[in-house]
């Protein structure tokens, strides 16, 4: 079964605009939740992480909102560029280094 | 410092056949894992192996089967092929250091298609 569910499946924004990714997860043992982007031919590459110690976490233009009690999680990607066309899959895990959950990805596409 | 590698890249079996994938980790990484990315299923967890044990294992049959090597590198073997293996399968290393964030780092993945 599936153990994080993620949506949209996918997304169209316009340049500048702001993407939102959101996904839900059940395991209350899941306590290392990191976000990937993947281009096509690539395997996917860690864009940013959060424990659930904090309620957000920002990188650059990349933001994570955490929240514990509805056990849900989000990407927020400001200021959307083209080049950030690329499918985003969410993940969970029991702590970093071990067996990812992913969620099914979501396709991106920023329009000029 | 080299990425993670994953030979080959491409390949493709008759049903029935046997496979070996190969995956060499970023120097230094000990742990080795291992994922199944489909159109349907998405992203997968098959094992993962640590200091030439495996330490996880995710929900596939026993034809999917892994090992690691004493120099970290690890192969995957697919026996009786089916046309649902058909996939891309990705390799990822970690360091796995206690008190650290051991990201897991991917390799370009080696597709499969079963014919």
């Known amino acids: 079964q599936q153990q994080v569910k993620q949506s949209p499946q996918s997304l169209i924004v316009q340049k500048g605009g702001i993407s939102i990714i959101n996904c839900a997860y059940e395991n209350t043992a899941f306590d290392y939740f990191p976000w990937y982007q993947q281009f096509p031919g690539k395997g996917p590459a860690l864009l940013i992480a959060i424990r659930p110690d904090v309620s957000e976490k920002k990188e650059g233009r990349f933001t994570i909102s955490f929240n514990k009690s509805a056990k849900q999680f989000s990407l927020h990607i400001m200021d959307s560029q083209p080049g950030d066309s690329a499918t985003y899959f969410c993940a969970a895990s029991r702590d970093s280094g071990y067996a990812l959950n992913f969620g099914k990805g979501t396709s991106l596409l920023v329009t000029p | 410092k080299a990425g993670v590698t994953q030979t080959p890249r491409y390949l493709i079996k008759t049903r029935g056949q046997q496979v070996t994938l190969s995956c060499s980790p970023i120097?230094?990484?000990?742990?080795v894992s291992w994922y199944q990315q489909t159109p349907g299923q998405g992203l997968q967890f098959l094992f993962e192996?640590?200091?030439?044990?495996?330490?996880n294992k995710g929900n596939f049959p026993g034809r999917f089967s892994g090992r690691q090597f004493s120099n970290s590198r690890s192969e995957m073997n697919v026996s009786t092929l089916e046309l649902g293996d058909s996939a891309l399968y990705l390799c990822?290393?970690?360091?796995?250091?206690?008190?650290?964030?051991?990201?897991?780092?991917f390799g370009p993945g080696t597709r499969l298609t079963v014919l």
């Open positions: 120097s230094g990484h000990r742990s």
């Open positions: 192996y640590f200091s030439e044990t495996q330490r």
């Open positions: 990822a290393s970690s360091l796995i250091l206690a008190g650290l964030n051991n990201e897991q780092f």
